[in-house]
């Protein structure tokens, strides 16, 4: 009776633990969606799915209107929280997780660097000079859902180390891709939004500074600075990646802070009142909010929104932006060839050969049990980049290619998929013979 109910929920306590499972099930959520949208696509009523999403929905005050397709208000205004929920996770990693020690946060951050750079290079040189030479961000982005699904699929066969740095790596490659977009995607910049912006920023680290802790005044805050950055011209969502670096990693109550106040809670008031404000009332009031205050914003936020991100923003996101016509003419495409090389190949060389130069320059250090197979079959699935490559292509490219790099991104991420599952699943064999 000293213990709360056990539930099903407890064991899913360890945020690293619970950001996994969430991944791996969001990863099932995000393939059901995906492979709905293309069946849409290429079914008789291909026409109805895609002006669905082109849906006029917005507000009109006067003669101000500001109206968006729905599926922009889901790619700049729902995928704005998926950034924030990645930056929530990497500021927890950096602060209070594996990515806290420098050598071993190098590793991943430098792997991801690798996997952004190396497929681009390849890209640019097999797209000089042609029609889809500024599209070279797509294939530089890493589907941090799919890739943790495929791991989970793994179950005991790999270690811990290796989703630790598959998860880092994601977490940081999707940081790079949205800063890509901010920089390479958006439109002409004007300063007076952008300087509206900043002091929203500046808004924000002073109410933390004096200890507000209410959420909602927060909220409304970036809802402010995200209608002032998407006016400037550069694209919203990199306002979820700053709010999320912004938000607390230290939690407000100590353990010992919280069982000295809970000491105080009497089960069982001995005054006779009813109601009111009395002592007894009083402390629990307290002790309700210092057990509440013993996890941090990022914790409280990050269990808070990313079922919500996992299980309804991606797949939605996917739903609107996977389809595309699969036809057979788009396989003989140099953009589509150009697309399929960055991820099957870019991803892997890039990804080992900076790990080993950062290894061997003692940059970083790798953990023993993470062996250099591991690290080939985990860049493999690296080339997995989905949701994000879809996400920068829809900016990157018009409608005469929009769906020859789609197409390249569902080739590749499938032969990754599976060229990487099958490598970590011979390797533990391999291991063990003699």
């Known amino acids: 009776m000293s213990r709360l109910p056990k539930e099903f929920a407890d064991r899913l306590a360890n ?13 099932a959520m995000l393939l059901f969606f995906t492979v709905a949208a293309l069946i849409l696509s290429n079914s008789p009523w291909a026409g109805s799915f895609e002006h669905a999403w082109e849906t006029q929905v917005g507000l009109q005050v006067g003669s101000i209107e500001f109206a968006r397709s ?4 889901i790619n700049d205004g729902l995928m704005t929280l998926f950034f924030f929920v990645v930056a929530l996770e990497l500021k927890r990693e950096l602060v209070l997780g594996e990515l806290s020690k420098p050598r071993m946060a190098a590793l991943s951050i430098v792997a991801a660097l690798g996997g952004m750079i190396v497929p681009a290079a390849i890209y640019l040189a097999l797209q000089s000079g042609q029609p889809g030479q500024h599209g070279w961000g797509t294939v530089m982005a890493t589907d941090t859902a799919f890739v943790i699904g495929c791991l989970a699929l793994l179950g005991s066969r790999i270690p811990q180390s290796l989703r630790v740095f598959m998860l880092s790596l994601a977490i940081v490659d999707d940081i790079g891709a949205i800063l890509v977009v901010a920089i390479g995607y958006s439109s002409d910049i004007a300063w007076w939004p952008l300087v509206m912006a900043a002091l929203g920023l500046l808004v924000i680290r002073a109410i933390t500074l004096l200890g507000f802790r209410s959420f909602p005044l927060y909220f409304l805050v970036g809802v402010c600075i995200w209608f002032a950055v998407d006016a400037s011209g550069i694209h919203a969502t990199i306002t979820g990646v700053m709010l999320g670096l912004m938000t607390p990693a230290r939690r407000w109550v100590s353990d010992q802070r919280l069982y000295a106040i809970l000491g105080q809670v009497i089960a069982h008031p001995a005054s006779s009142e009813g109601s009111g404000v009395t002592k007894d009332r009083q402390t629990l009031q307290m002790a309700e909010i210092a057990a509440r205050e013993t996890l941090s914003p990022v914790e ?4 808070a929104l990313h079922p919500w991100v996992g299980f309804v923003i991606m797949p939605l996101f996917a739903f609107a932006n996977a389809g595309m016509s699969l036809t057979l003419s788009e396989l003989e495409s ?3 060839v150009a697309v399929f090389l960055g991820f099957v190949l870019g991803k892997p060389i890039g990804i080992l050969f900076f790990c080993w130069l950062a290894i061997r320059l003692h940059i970083a250090t790798r953990p023993p049990e993470l062996s250099w197979r591991l690290l080939a079959g985990g860049s493999l699935l690296a080339g997995i980049g989905f949701t994000m490559a879809l996400f920068i292509a829809n900016m990157a490219f018009d ?5 020859s790099a789609k197409l390249g991104i569902f080739f590749a991420s499938v032969f990754s998929a599976v060229a990487g599952l099958a490598l970590l699943m011979w390797i533990p064999e391999r291991v063990k013979t003699p």
């Open 399 to 403: 409608n005469s290619l929009i769906d």
């Open 300 to 303: 409280r936020l990050e269990i």
């Open 15 to 27: 945020p690293f633990v619970r950001f996994l499972r969430i991944e791996s099930a969001g990863g």
């Open 70 to 73: 729905l599926r922009e208000w």
């Open 334 to 336: 140099l953009l589509t």
